[in-house]
Structures are given as C-alpha cells and as structure tokens.
C-alpha cells in the first residue's frame, strides 16, 4: 500500500471492509482485445515483446497473447511470445483467446506443446437475447458449443476460462445454462463480460453476485472473472465493484485501448488497487508500460490523461504551487507528493513540477530558478514574472532560459 501522510484522514476506508478484493488477480489484454481498437496500429513481435516484458514488471498475474484461430500470422507470434515467456523465466502467466470451436482450440494446445509452456485457453461465445436474436442462435446450440470446447479444451491438458459476452445484457436462464454447462464440462474459470460498457457498479456486483451462485450450485471452485469496457466511462469502479462482490480476477489494458471507446485501463486499475491496500507492486515501471504501448500501437496519451499523462503532476497555478514549495521546505517529501496530489507522483517514479504561467505567483518563480541552479535576483525574476502574465500558456523552458 502506498505510504499516505499521517495528517491525510481517509474516508475512503471508513466502509471497506479489511478483506476487500484480498488477493485479486490481473489479466492484461493490451496485446489482443486492446488491438481491437480500429485506431490502433498493430505493433510488431519486437514492441509485443517488450510489452510483455513490463506486463512482468509490474506483477501481473496473466497476459492474453493472442488469439491463435485467427490465423498463421497470429499463431506464429503468440508461439514466439509464449517461448519468451520460457526463455526468459517470465513469473507472467499466459492465455490464450478463441471461439467455443475446437478449429480456434487446437492451435493453442499445438503451441503448447511445442513450447512446453502452460496456456489458459479463453473460450468465448455470445449469451444475451439480443445477440442470440440478432445471430439466429437458439440456447441449446449455444450449449452444444459451450459442451464440446471446453471438454475438448480439457482433453487437450488446457485450463479454460469460460467467457459469455454480453453478460451485463443477459438474462439469468440463459447464463445458468451456458455457466453450468461449462462448469460441468470441466472450466475452471468462468468470465464475466461487459462487452459493451453497459453496466453500472451497482449491476456489476449484482451479476457477479448471480454468477457466484450458479458456480456453488455447480459445487464451487471455479473462480470469477470481470471483462470490462469504457462505454460509460464507468470501468474502474465497475471492476472495483465486482471485485468487492467475488470476482477474483480483473481483466483491462495498458492506456485503455480496446473495442470502440476502449477497455478497463490496467494502469489506473492498477495504481487504484495499489493504493486501496488490495495489491503490493512496484508501479515505477508503469509509465514505460504506457509509452511502449502507445508508440507501438498509436494510440496517444493525452495530456491530462491520469497519473502518467503529461500533466499529472505539473501545476502552474500560484497558490496550488506556493502549497507543495513550502511542503518542499519542510522537508517533508511525503507532504509534499500529497499536499496537491490524490496519487503520489513518486509512487509510479515521478515527481512534482512546478510550472511558470499566466496563473503563477512569483514563488512559482523563484523555485524554478533555484531548482535549476540558477540565482533568483528581483531582477530575473520581475521579467520572467512580467512575461509570465501576458503569456496565454505556460512558459517552456527555451523561453525562459531566453529571458535570463
């Protein structure tokens, strides 16, 4: 858990219970459902190498790296990531996405096979009415599918997590039915999508709930998944939500890439867990993570994008600034990472920046001077300060070197 100031009173634990999301797992789709996003460019083996390479960094638990059904090209680097994965003694732990038709299946137990290392295969197929009417699909064929994947699945020495999509909009017969098929034909795992973003938190727990009763029907054993999506821009609190009813594995990826709008971001899934006290990991890495991503798909971060976008941890406003410099006199670090900060910059390895605009006092001033070195005399800084107010942004650093 990050190290909070002992001034700083949180109300966020007032409620949370002490065993909260204890032990939750992660899964990391950056490198198959993220490059679904139709503005992504797909990366090369290289950029999915080093991607995985910092999934491991940060202590996720499983990366998906692939889906090995969608053809040659698609199987020949999820064998070349999974034998990274051996060769580099990798703790991350692999899957494997496809569709409940052992055609998909096969594939990841070849790869398996030819790399020795363990895959979980990630079985999926659609369960709401409206996908069902929309496909000409009826329960019983759905069944069928459900029955003969995973069993194969199984037979093959495969692990299967199981995956309805649209569980959010499905309704409970139908998610009875295709849950305790696959349970009983041997999932170990069964996943929990909100495919389209639908859900509330409040719908997040109740299904998680529902889904939780179907496994102890079923005996128990079997653990749960949350698959979310960023539609209502609601997937953080909807996968805290259903982690705080018994999910025990979160699904997301690296800057939210994904479908449409996206999936649950795994970076601020992963900083909120840290400082929830539900995961110890060291998240210095995290803004590598972020970048390798974003210059091997695309996809940019923006600016006041949270904890790892440029403006995180920068502020030019006066009395915003003039608080973290006298906590910086203090000597206090710990006050100062949180006197005007809700996450602490040096927990994912950055630090406080005090910028000079046009909303900045002279103290904003002064520190920027003396942080670089650099005299702060009245006379330096009335000019830059001058500057400083008729300006419509916020000084660079060339112009105000320009100015001394």
Known sequence: MAKTHPLIYDWNVVNQPPDAGSGVMLDDETLRDGLQSPSVRMPTIEQKIRILHLINDLGIDTADIGLPGAGPHVVQDVERLAREIVD????????CASRTLIADIQPIADIAQRTGLDIEACTFIGSSPIRQYAEDWTIDRLQRLTEDAVSFAVKQGLTVM????DTTRADPDSLRALYSTAIRAGASRICIADTVGHATPAGAAAVVKFVQSIVDECGGGVGIDWHGHRDRDLAIENSLAAMRAGATRLHGAAIGIGERVGNTPMDALLVNLVLMGVRDADLTRLGDYCAATSEATGVPIPANYPVIGRDAYRTATGVHAAAVIKAYKKKDAVL??????????????????IEIGPMSGKSNVIYWLEKRGLEATDERV????ARAKGARSVL?????RQLL
Not at 162 to 165: G, I, Q
Request: charged residues 25%.
């Open 162 to 165: 199981y995956v309805t999509e």
């Open 88 to 95: 580099s003694r990798l703790a991350v732990r692999a899957n």
């Open 396 to 400: 660079t650093e060339v112009e105000i």
């Open 336 to 353: 100062a990472d949180a006197v005007y900060s809700g996450v602490p910059a040096s927990l994912v390895g950055r630090e406080q920046g």
């Open 382 to 385: 009335d000019r830059i300060f």
